[in-house]
């Protein structure tokens, strides 16, 4: 499949693979079990009725599993509510890797099958016809290289091994090095044909809207989007939490602050890219107020909770801020 995929950090490969007409740009970002704000998000803005027809739609992550029910627009709606409040950790892992990771992901094997199954590939497959494009980012280990795979070109084959493809990208793009086992791709190059080592997209960036060269301060250039629309999978604030003394605690502080450093960044680089290509810029995350407690990873009542929030706010007159919001970089007072 020459067409399946491209390095996303390239920019040739990456203009030629772009919707070939100027359209709105829906930008999911990475964020776990976070993912439900997102899915909500999309949910009430069908129900308000303002959700555009997006011609391109990348996913990073937990992005990656909403984008191609996002992609085929709101009659995927339930399926993302079921898919990001009906499941549990249960249903993603369980402990005990085999020497690759630290837990074992059959479960999301199963999950995602029943999910991404033959008529959602026919139907992505006439979409990537009528010139929409749908990319989903991994991380190709031995090469060291952020993937966008261009699911809609992979859909068309339409075949076992387009389906097989397809399903191992999603998992891939959720395989957070360490903690998920890495998704190996067999691949054919110059005559020879080996396997791949893949895992999260987020190891590059936590949302994909080009490659990094483009969106430089320095670039002229301007890209052939009408809006960009970045839904945030997360809080965007620093927030006050005694850490404990573990190596587990230590290490999960360290991370969340990283990401939502390297995210508040992103964000402001993708609104002077906005800015300098005459694109309209909007961008959502989670209200910092939003405090439903979590008992563990993928907790049902805490996905649900924060669905709600989301649909809520894609349900009402104001889904998006239009600037890099400034108050999302204060962090929260702490009561003395």
């Known amino acids: 499949m020459p067409d399946a995929r491209f390095w996303a950090d390239s920019e040739r490969e990456y203009l030629r693979a772009l919707p070939a007409s100027p359209g709105p740009w ?3 970002s990475t964020g776990g079990e976070d993912g439900a704000f997102g899915a909500g998000l999309l949910s009430g803005w069908s129900k308000a009725g303002t959700r555009p027809e997006f011609s391109l739609v990348t996913g ?17 709606d339930e399926q993302l509510r079921d898919a990001y409040t009906t499941i549990s950790a ?5 402990v005990g890797g085999k020497g690759e990771s630290f837990l074992d992901t059959w479960p999301l094997h199963g999950l995602i099958e029943k999910r991404v199954t033959p008529e959602l590939l026919k139907e992505i497959a006439a979409e990537h016809a009528r010139g929409r494009r749908l990319f989903i980012i991994t991380t190709n280990l031995d090469a060291g290289r952020p993937v966008a795979w261009d699911i809609g070109a992979i859909a068309t084959y339409a075949d076992k091994a387009a389906l097989d493809l397809i399903r191992k990208v999603m998992i891939a793009a959720i395989s957070i090095p360490g903690a998920f086992p890495p998704v190996l791709i067999g691949v054919e190059g110059n005559g020879r044909k080996f396997e791949e080592m893949h895992v999260d997209g987020g190891l590059a960036d936590q ?12 670039s002229t250039t301007k890209l052939p989007a009408t809006d960009f629309y970045i839904i945030a999978n997360m809080k965007l604030t620093p927030e006050f939490q005694l850490t404990e003394r573990t190596t587990l605690s230590i ?15 992103a964000i402001d680089r993708a609104y002077s890219t906005a800015k300098r290509s005459g694109i309209g810029f909007h961008v959502a995350y989670v209200d910092q107020d939003f405090s439903a407690p979590a008992r563990g990873a993928f907790d049902p009542d805490y996905m649900k909770a924060l669905y709600e929030v989301g649909f809520a706010r894609g349900a009402g007159p104001k889904p998006f801020f239009t600037t890099p919001d400034e108050a999302s970089t204060k962090p929260r007072k702490v009561a003395q």
């Open 26 to 28: 829906l930008i999911l």
């Open 60 to 76: 990073v992550s937990t992005g990656a599993l909403i984008a191609p029910f996002a992609f085929l627009g709101a009659r995927y």
């Open 90 to 94: 249960i249903d993603i892992f369980e």
């Open 207 to 218: 949302f994909y809207i080009a490659p990094d060269s483009m969106l430089f301060s320095t």
């Open 251 to 265: 290490l999960g502080r360290s991370v969340s602050a990283a990401i939502k450093f390297v995210t508040r960044n």
